[in-house]
């Protein structure tokens, strides 16, 4: 009886992964080239370990989807594999926190319809990869096996390459570890072998931008001078509210409290609390951290 409900379980995960990422598939078509997607296919035709603005993940995967002709299905493919994903890991952090089918309905159902992007971006994903290193840190915590750093570094490095962005998140988990018990899994040597995995594959994008005068750091300086729109604190946290859906947000409101009252799971919040500090203080624009919510979507 226990095996017939776990494979249940895992049914529920693959079923909205796969409705998610049919439903984008076929809506996302009618939506035409947005102009960072055409920027990500040039950049991308052209092979580096880098670019000036961002790092070679997204480009190189936007340009291998046109290897035979213009497709704008091609490339929205890839998005909506990485939006099935994110569902699918919703899913599970749903079910390792203890939900069973309904609850992780809920969460697929929430960050299908709450976190939705249609067009490639260097934060697609992150979607998946973000939510992906909280789920393996919630196996570690609930007393699994070490390894599971290795998985967490994986994701965040792989990440790296995608989004430099990444580099808060990780240090708000680490944060929100280190100020709860759950700081006792970091004593282990495969912790440290997590970063060593990070930092190696993290280390093609940042040794290029080191090459490169760090280029990245220009464009940041350069848009916190004017070209970016500095958001107040207040209206900070509106537009998270606003940009997860005003209905849906009720979901990852009630899932932030959850992880705050509950003792086992509160490193969870004060990551969440952490990196959106972060965020306000560094005039982030209000999307930067849209991949949290898919974990707090879960609880």
């Known amino acids: 009886m226990t095996g017939k409900h776990e494979t249940n ?21 009618h939506y035409g080239f947005f102009r960072d997607e055409l920027y990500f296919i040039a950049c991308g035709r052209h092979p580096a370990w880098g670019y000036v603005d961002q790092p070679p993940l997204v480009p190189l995967l936007a ?3 046109q290897l035979f002709g213009h497709s704008l299905v091609a490339l929205r493919a890839i998005s909506s594999i990485f939006a099935a994903a994110s569902v699918f890991v919703a899913c599970k952090i749903a079910r390792e926190l203890g939900g069973r089918e309904f609850a992780q309905v ?3 159902v929430a960050v299908m319809l709450g976190t ?13 990869l973000w939510p992906l290193a909280v ?13 599971w750093w290795l998985g967490v570094g994986a994701a965040l490095g792989l990440c790296a390459e995608a989004k430099y962005s990444v580099a808060f998140f990780a240090v708000a988990l680490l944060v929100g570890l280190i100020d709860t018990p759950e ?7 495969w912790f440290f072998g997590g970063i060593g995995v990070a930092v190696v ?36 946290l509106l537009r998270q509210f606003w940009l997860n859906n005003p209905v849906l947000s009720l979901v990852w409101i009630a899932g932030l409290v959850y992880v705050f009252g509950n003792r086992m799971h509160r490193w969870l919040g004060v990551t969440y609390v952490v990196l959106i500090t972060m965020m306000i203080v560094l005039h982030a624009k209000d999307y930067y951290p849209a991949a949290v919510y898919i974990a707090l979507f879960a609880a």
């Open 201 to 236: 594959l993290a280390a093609p994008s940042i040794v290029w931008q080191w090459g490169h005068g760090f280029p990245m750091l220009e464009l940041l300086r350069n848009g916190a001078s004017g070209k970016n729109v500095v958001l107040s604190p207040i209206e900070f």
């Open 9 to 29: 379980r895992l049914d529920v995960a693959w079923s909205i992964a796969a409705v998610t990422f049919v439903l984008h598939l076929v809506g996302e078509p």
């Open 116 to 128: 939705a992007s249609v067009a490639l971006s260097t934060d697609s994903p992150g979607m998946w």
């Open 63 to 65: 340009a291998f989807s």
């Open 135 to 147: 789920l393996y840190v919630l196996r570690i915590v609930k007393g699994g096996s070490p390894k």
């Open 106 to 108: 809920l969460a697929g």
């Open 183 to 189: 700081r006792k899994p970091l004593r282990t040597p």
